[in-house]
């Protein structure tokens, strides 16, 4: 038997189906700790106890890990978000809305791991969604640990403002690869998935400036890409009504984020009728609007202090 003592972190590797020498858990196999579903359980368990193994490695063993079987996601009962570009801004705040009213989220940006931990009900996942490949691993996890996707939203987004004419080709390939590429592969996959228990929402987060410009905001390749985001709401909500299957869009003003400095804050505010800028908060109320709001589908929200409404 080997030696036992207290559970010391931070979590080991170990072999995959390594038998459990110990007489009290019912459980017999140990997945690798990489493995999402127990990272999240070990968050939210104390660790009962580990074994020295004669290799070197260690198991370790929460007083609740025989509860749930390795096959047995969690909260399958649950409905599951999918939010890209998560770890800061209105990303972050979704996704935080979307946890407190219960909801599993699976989100996603460049190096999201390096701020955020998986939970029960939550996997950050690192990764550039104009690579295909992150949303195959997002959608993959997501269906995995969750059984099915109800809601996307895409919101990720670059911002480069320029003249037009001073774009690079650099920017351009950026600019799109996020905007439209990513919206591009992380929709399909959502499709994918929610045609097969017919029924989802997908909320893409645009701009009121593809409908509304401002003298002095230059944005060419933002109106290009967010206004062609726009478009694909409304072809998709029809395409897909018959599946139970509705696309809107948020097109928020100036948001108050880490994007901006404060020193931004007093100009920035003069770009909406409503002088001040938007709070995550607005966008989160949007949203959550219109996820409830199940008959409206193929709909622009302005959420951007009536910029929309025309010249001021």
Known sequence: MPQLRKAPLPLPQVPNHLPCPCPTHQFQTVVQWTDFRWRRHLALT?????FDLPNGN???FPARIAARPADHPTNMNTKTAVVTGASSGIGLALTQA???AGWNVVATARTITQTQAPTRNYIPIDGDIANSATADKVFTTAKEEFGQVDLLINNAGIFVPKPFHEYTQEDYNRILGTNVTGAFHMTQRALQQMLQHNGGHILNISTTLALQPIRGVNAGLTSLTKGGLDALTRELAIEYSQ??????TIAPGIVDTPMHSPEQHEALQQLHPIARLATTREIVDAALYLQNATFVTGHILYVDGGAQAGKW
Request: glycine residues 0%; proline residues 0%; charged residues 10%.
């Open 243 to 248: 599946y139970n299957i509705r696309v809107n």
């Open 58 to 60: 260690l198991i370790l």
């Open 46 to 50: 104390s660790l009962d106890h580990i």
């Open 98 to 100: 979307l946890l407190h």
